[in-house]
Each structure stands twice: as C-alpha cells, then as structure tokens.
C-alpha cells in the first residue's frame, strides 16, 4: 500500500490512468494502490457490445424507472420510524428513481461470462486488489446500472462501506472485501452520468470524510471499455443531464472467497445449466468447493463432506 493520499493529490488529478486490458496484472495493482481506481480500454470490441445489447434490451427495457428505488420509496411513505425512513430514503437515492437494475446478468450473456467475467486474467486483476487466491473469489454482484435522463448523483459512498461498517471495520488499514467493474455498454460521456470517482480516496486517512463532487472526475468511458476500481474508493453514480440518452453498465464485482455475495445463484440457476458455463465462473457462484488454504477440491462449502462439484456432477 502505498502513504496515504492527500486531498491535494487528488484535486490534481485530471484522468483516470487509461491502460489496454491484457495488460501485466501487477502494472494494475500498482496503479489501484496509489489511484484507487482506473479505466481498462478494449475490454470488449464493439460486435460484442451490440450482442450483449441485443441479449440486455428484452430484459431491461421493459422495466420500469427506478424499479429497485421505487420499491424502497413506497417503504419510505408506508414506514413510521423517522430512523427507518432515514435510511430508506438514502437508499432510495442510491438505488434511483430514474435508474433501472437488472441482476443476475451472468445468466443472460453467454459474452460477458466467457469473455469478460470468466477471463482468467479478469481473475488476475481481482487478486491484485481483495486477497485471495487467483480464481478462487466470490462473486458479489452482477448487475446492469442504466442511469436515464433526469436521474440525480448517487451520494458519494464505498461499495464496501456496510460490509466494513458491519464488522467494525469501517477504517482505512483494512483488506480490500470488494472489487468492483462497470463495464460501458455504450459510449458514457459526463453528461449521461459516466460514474463520479475520488482518485486516490481509498487511501485517506479518515474514512467519515466522503468527500465532495468537486473532488470527483467523470469515468468517461467508450463502449467495451472498463472502470475497474476498490470497494474502498469513494465513488457516486452521475446525474443525467442529457434528454434522451441512457447510460447502460454492467457491473461485476468479487469479494473475499468465503465471504456471501448479493446474488443467490444456487437458488436460480440449476448445476445442469452451469455445466457448460466456465469452471470459474461455476466457483464465483458457489457450484465448487472452496479451498481453506491451497488444497483441491477445497474443503469449504461441502455437502456431507463430499466436493460440491462431486455432488452437482461437474467435471473436477
Ligand atoms: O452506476 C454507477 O455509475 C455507479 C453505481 C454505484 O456506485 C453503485 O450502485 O454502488
Ligand atoms: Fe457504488
């Protein structure tokens, strides 16, 4: 890890580190221990974009705006307990009442599993920041973010906040639980809502400080392009000033390999419909056992003491 960063350091920093993916992975560690956070170029050429698009629009564009927020805003006029509404109404914010989610994306992209999450040097990146070892992390989400125009900033957070909140740990000197991706979709511009970053936040030494906007720079981003980042860094999706532009992301992001991700991919997909799918991306979402230490198959998540991949019929 790198000193700790200081406001100035970052207030200077006009663009986020923009490196070709397929790069050396401990070129990216180095960059995400003094930046927090930086833009892999060329994830994706633009065929694949527009298929993963073709894929995502049936599923996306009938939902309605705001169709996670809107959910926790009827909470809001229903709930009495002011702390209650409080947090309800963070949450509302955060979620968006002009932004759709759709979870779940593995199961809808046969690209984004094989070329981009299923990568193994995608796997490589993700060691470079939460440890564990190579491959063997928990998904935590994937989940396409389409900011609409209209949509207000998200406040400015840490996608590990609660998790290091919830253990005490909401402090500087702690590992990384999380890294996160936001892959473009389509080219993302400021005005559309590109995600607002605090380069260099991860690193401040007091952690109550969220910062302000005008500390932030746009993750502008073309299409197929990557904003790859740590749950520690200080980051708020944008507002959509434009009139008639979405901004679609997809977002993807591991955390420790035996800690419990968002998504219950067990309880949605069926080990016959994984079989095929990448043997890494059977492991992000809990169809293999997992390893204390370095042993294979690993002695963790186990049924009767038998390797889940035994159990579900998986090829070792
Ligand atoms: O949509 C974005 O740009 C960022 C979203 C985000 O930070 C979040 O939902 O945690
Ligand atoms: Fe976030």
Known sequence: MTQAATKTDVATKADFERIPFGSDPALIGQIIAR????????????????????????????????????????????????AAADADAEAEVFCGMRTKHRQHLLMHSKILREKVVGHPIMAEYVAQVVPGRTGMHSLFSSVAIEIHPGEIAQDIHRDADYMFDLAGLDKPDTPHYVVNTLLAMCDVTEEMGATRVIPGSHNWPDYTDHGDMSQTIPATMKAGDMLFYTGKTLHAGGANVTADKPRRVLSTSWTFPWAVGEEAWPFIVTPEEVKTWPKLVQQYIGFRSKPYRDETPGLMWRIETRPLEEKLGLDA
């Open 35 to 82: 930046d927090g956070g930086l833009i892999l170029t060329g994830v994706l050429g633009q065929e694949d974009v527009d298929a993963i698009n073709r894929d995502l629009d049936p599923l996306i564009n009938p939902l309605p705006l705001g169709n996670w927020g809107g959910e926790i805003a009827e909470g809001v006029q229903n709930d009495a307990p002011a």
